[in-house]
């Protein structure tokens, strides 16, 4: 049931996204002074912001890059952070201990600051900053990943695969991995929210997505500062980001018993119905 | 050296293990060969390098924390010799092994008949070819019906299950020799029985050898044609089983012969070794067994006993003449 719920959102969210110019009432860029932090009205559902635009629109417009920028960055780190994980796991010895110490330091660093950085020596922009977080994202999934793969590779079943003849790809590939697929699941759904909100920071400071491109995380940094006086301009992009983020949680949680053959295996109740009927003849 | 009918002959095997503590002398110095056809127990106590010897032999060992010596050659080619690579094809088509625990030796993520065909795509066979001979096999190893079962998960079925599926998996690209570590030990006793049966019957029908490692002398005198006699490393005694179990020459062998319950015994307290077997950590200079034999003089302490051979098909270690 809440998996179903979740789906719903998530569905509903995607579609916001596609036929965001539909569904807007206003254009999300167009400036309004004489209608500054309106309360919400007939005219504005949720409000307006400090220059007047409204905020249903820019929530509605603002859903498209931040889904597709937090999908980013966790894509990025999982496409480099998973496999290194599972390599360095596997075959530990010198490179496991040069990764890991390197990580060490990334994470010694604030994650932030280290997107500073990277935006800092390649330029500004949403591209940017998405790649720079991802690359910061990389160490804590890859460290997650290895601790898995140490605890996967010594049980009996990836000693079984050694002795029947799969080579070391296969292993870590078809065996290991998706053994651990149902933690990084929801540690990636969690990333996905983190993203959002670091990519918010980036965008406040001026480094991420630039105004006036509407943002959930930029309008959120926008609205905290009027929080006592206004708080629809916060709240509205607020809750929509922690509701995506639970929603996406729900979901990784339901991957993640779907992947467990011993939940997935459940008998259907239809399998009951036919011998209820049969009674009642 | 090695005659033309054995399938596999360890000279002088050592290995020795990393750990915490330090390096840990599993194995030292052992001659064991497997013929064709055969059942070859290996029979010894927790410890005393029975599981060693048997993953050394597939090199299934982290190649960082293990180090060899001495020679394993498997059809007369020198298994040292060979690289990573080949070894892993050798792996599944040559010698494959099955393993104590069938409960956590499958993927808890695949259904068995998935798996079960791919071990057969991984050495090259077409797919629709694979799942019709993951059938034969599932009714070959006694998993009825076969089509129905290969749906299933590991966590659906029992142990005796498992253990037959995991044999079907060791056997199914047809190995010269089935490496089974203690396979029955997780087994309740009638299980026990089917399995060391259905392995007796596939080393008939496939003139498979079969290396029965296992610490139950029970078991060696049930199906086993020789058996080799481990402890501290070291073979203590070796030959045919019924020679053994007639007239076993080392003391250790014969204390763990009288340590077998019998029945009509009720009353009398079962046979014991006292003492424990020696701290693998440290180098032994004379007999291992010394410390615990009851016929130990002062030589047994001073230099390891020469092997001798009373016959073909029997031989151990003891200066104890004969």
Known sequence: ?281 | MTSANDLISIRNLQVSLMSARGLVHAVRGIDLDVQRGEIHGVVGESGCGKTVTAKSIMRLYDENIMLSGGHIFFEGYDMFSLSEREIQALRGSEVSMIFQDPMTALNPLYTIGYQLEETLTNKGVKKMEAAARAVKLLEDVGVNPPESRKSQYPFEMSGGMLQRVMIAMAISCNPKLLIADEPTTSLDVTVQAQILDLLTRLRDGRYMSILMITHNFGIVAEICDRVSVMYAGGIVESGDVREIFRDPRHPYTSDLIKSIPRSGTRGTLLATIPGTPPDLLREINGCAYAPRCRYASGVCAEAPPPPRSISESHSYACVRGT
């Open chain 1, 1 to 281: 049931m809440p998996l179903a719920v979740s789906l719903l959102f998530l569905v509903g969210v995607i579609i916001i996204a596609v036929f965001a110019e539909k569904l807007a009432t206003h254009d999300p860029n167009r400036l309004d002074v004489t209608h500054r932090l309106d309360a919400p009205s007939h005219e504005h559902p949720l409000g307006t912001d400090k220059t007047g635009r409204d905020i249903y629109s820019r929530l509605l417009h603002g859903s498209r890059i931040t889904i597709l920028s937090a999908f980013g960055v966790v894509l990025i780190s999982a496409l480099i952070g998973i496999p290194l994980g599972i390599a360095a796991g596997y075959f530990g010895g010198l490179a496991d201990k040069v990764f890991m110490r390197m990580f060490d330091v990334i994470l010694a660093f604030p994650s932030l600051l280290l997107a500073f950085v990277f935006v800092a020596a390649f330029g500004r922009g949403i591209t940017n900053a998405v790649l720079a977080l991802g690359i910061v994202y990389v160490p804590m999934l890859a460290r997650l990943t290895r601790s898995l793969v140490l605890v996967e590779k010594n049980k009996a079943y990836v000693e079984a695969a050694r002795s029947i003849g799969y080579s070391n790809a296969h292993i870590m590939m078809a065996e290991i991995l998706p053994n651990c697929v149902d933690t990084l699941a929801v540690q990636m759904t969690l990333d996905i929210g983190y993203a959002v909100l670091d990519l918010a920071s980036m965008s406040f400071l001026g480094l991420g997505v630039q105004p006036p491109t509407p943002d959930w995380g930029a309008m959120l940094e926008d609205g905290w500062i009027v929080m006592t006086s206004n708080p629809f301009v916060a709240l509205a992009p607020g809750t929509m980001i922690v509701m995506t983020v639970v929603a996406l949680n729900i979901f990784g949680d339901g991957v993640r018993s779907y992947l467990d053959p011993a939940q997935k295996k459940l008998p259907s109740i239809r399998k009951y119905r036919r011998p209820v009927r049969d009674l009642r003849k």
